[in-house]
Nanobody, 123 residues
Framework: QVQLVESGGGLVQAGGSLRLSCAAS????????VGWFRQAPGKEREFVGA????????AYAGSVQGRFTISRDNAKNTVYLQMNRLKPEETAIYYC????????????????WGQGTQVTVSS
């Protein structure tokens, strides 16, 4: 069992930056791949990026490539999502999710989800 808690959301102007955190419970967190997803009002949840369990391999959606960076600190049981040059259309609730095994861009793969954190980007 893994419990995930996101934090770091808030209001930022277009072009600004935010760093989200995903804190996990459980001593085996390093065995879980972690993905970040977001869901805007009236839209489906979409993949943002993910990071592998131990070697730090990452993957990103094309729309955030080069602006967002995912990292993890297994000693702190935390995964981070650094978001730069944010756009108003990226206003959404951001979720982290964990999967025992490999990462994926499919939400169906992930077994554990956080409650989400709101990110609002003003124009």
């Amino acid at each position: 069992q893994v419990q995930l808690v996101e934090s770091g959301g808030g209001l930022v102007q277009a072009g600004g930056s935010l760093r989200l955190s995903c804190a996990a419970s459980g001593r085996t967190f390093s065995s879980y791949a972690v993905g970040w997803f977001r869901q805007a009002p009236g839209k489906e949840r979409e993949f943002v990026g993910a990071i592998s369990r131990t070697d730090g391999t990452t993957a990103y959606a094309g729309s955030v490539q080069g602006r967002f960076t995912i990292s993890r600190d297994n000693a702190k049981n935390t995964v981070y999502l650094q978001m730069n040059r944010l756009k108003p259309e990226e206003t959404a609730i951001y979720y982290c999710a964990a999967n025992w095994g490999t990462y994926s861009d499919s939400a169906k793969v992930y077994d554990y989800w956080g409650q989400g954190t709101q990110v609002t980007v003003s124009s």
